[in-house]
């Protein structure tokens, strides 16, 4: 069998799609029987992959090493992007493929864009309840 370089299969991207295609068939239930005999290995490296474009997108808006905006909290596991005027569920349904490393992969593919902060999962949901409390006696959103 003819091992293609990645660079060739860049190349050539319709005749790696009939390799493809034609693997399939030959062996079929080949990719359940792979992910069943590879799942942990897989598993690690898909949340490492996401880890890393996590990390690079919380440095990009609230520098190295990350902390949240209001209380400066650095827990990297408890970071999080903020939508600053809110919207977060308005660009879910923009895109309704979204899954967490497409979301990451989104931001730094949109080159970062404006209105998001970085903010611990306190301060992310104090100002989700304080929005609550504040659409509840008819007044506008905050956002800090
Ligand atoms: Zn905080």
């Given at each position: 069998?003819l ?22 068939k ?15 290995r ?19 808006y ?20 903020d ?62």
């Amino acid at each position: 069998m003819l091992i293609a370089t990645k660079k060739w299969q860049k190349k050539n991207p319709e005749k790696v799609k009939i390799a493809r295609e034609k693997y399939d068939k030959q062996n079929p239930g080949w990719k359940n029987k792979y992910y069943q005999e590879n799942q942990e290995r897989l598993l690690r490296k898909n949340y490492e992959r996401t880890q890393k474009l996590r990390r690079q997108v919380l440095e990009h808006y609230s520098g190295k090493p990350s902390k949240c905006k209001l209380c400066s909290y650095d827990k990297i596991e408890c970071l999080d992007l903020d939508h600053i005027q809110g919207g977060g569920n308005k660009l879910r349904k923009e895109n309704p493929r979204f899954n967490y490393y497409s979301w990451w992969k989104w931001i730094i593919n949109n080159n970062y864009p404006k209105g998001f902060q970085v903010l611990c999962r306190n301060c992310n949901w104090l100002k989700h309840i304080n929005n609550l409390k504040l659409l509840k006696y008819g007044r506008k959103k905050i956002s800090f």
